[in-house]
Structure formats: C-alpha cells, structure tokens
C-alpha cells in the first residue's frame, strides 16, 4: 500500500509470484509464434518465483478456444489468475477481425464473470514479422501483469 497524492491510500500488485497458482492458455495456430510467447511467459513466471508446481499450461487449437478453456480453469477456483496466449495474424478476408474481436471480449468477459485476473497476450498483428518483434516481450509482459493482478485482488479483498 502506497499514499496517493490525495492523501487516500492506494494500492499496486507485488511482484511476488511464490504463493499464487497460475493457469495458462495457449492456442496452437501460429504455433511457432505462441510457443515463443508461452516460453518467455513461463521463464517469467519462474523470475517473479511462481512454483512451476502451481503452473498448468493447457493448449487449444486456436485463438477461438482459448476462452472455453480459460472458463473451464476459472470455474476451479484452483488459480490465482490467468493466462492467454495465441497469434491472430490480418489475412486478406474479414475473419482477422472476427477472431480479435470476439476472443478478445470473451477473455474479458470472463475475467469479470469469475472474478479472476486474465492476462491477455493473443496477438493482434498486422504481419508475421510484427509477431515476431512482440512475442517475447509480451509473453513475458503477460507474466508480470497475472502476478501484479492476483497480488491486487488479494490486497484488496
């Protein structure tokens, strides 16, 4: 807990991985890219000190199915938070944008359905080379916002 500039205490999600359990969702399509993510987001998670006891990484064919299954893990309340994964890569028809759209409000939807915080690393790219650039990154920026989230939830509850 931090004071704010108004006086009022304010608060920020630890970094501290050690007690929480995390699931994460990667889907295949794309494979080579997603796995690059899930890699930089597992080697992450073991930095801020998750046990990779409380790890599940489960894989889904595609960007589509990641939210059943995030539902699926919510539904245990077994996970401090979680984690998706995937590559939506423009192509030259309207099913880019289907597919960001409605996975991307699905993750969220269920993030506040559950209660649980999801870290939403499905890239939205325009090319493979812009997948590439961010896969790393943002697997690893995943990571750091699942355990700063789930340290925040528990703060304020």
């Not at 006086?7 to 050690?18: K, N, T």
């Not at 893990?73 to 759209?101: K, M, P, Q, S």
Request: net charge negative.
């Amino acid at each position: 807990m931090q004071d704010s500039d108004q006086g009022r205490p304010s608060f920020e999600g630890a970094l501290d991985g050690s007690d929480l359990s995390v699931a994460i969702v990667q889907a295949r399509f794309n494979d080579a890219i997603t796995s690059a993510l899930a890699s930089a987001c597992l080697a992450e998670l073991s930095v801020l000190g998750v046990p990779a006891e409380a790890i599940r990484h489960v894989t889904v064919p595609g960007a589509l199915e990641v939210p059943l299954a995030l539902q699926a893990l919510a539904e245990t309340n077994d996970y401090d938070a979680l984690i998706a994964l995937g590559c939506i890569i423009r192509g030259e028809t309207y099913h880019f944008e289907l597919v960001a759209n409605e996975s991307g409000s699905a993750v969220t939807r269920i993030g506040l359905d559950h209660g649980i915080p999801i870290a939403n690393a499905i890239l939205t790219v325009e090319n493979e080379a812009q997948a590439w650039a961010r896969a790393e990154p943002k697997g690893r920026d995943a990571a750091r916002v699942a355990v700063e989230m789930a340290n925040l939830l528990k703060e304020i509850e």
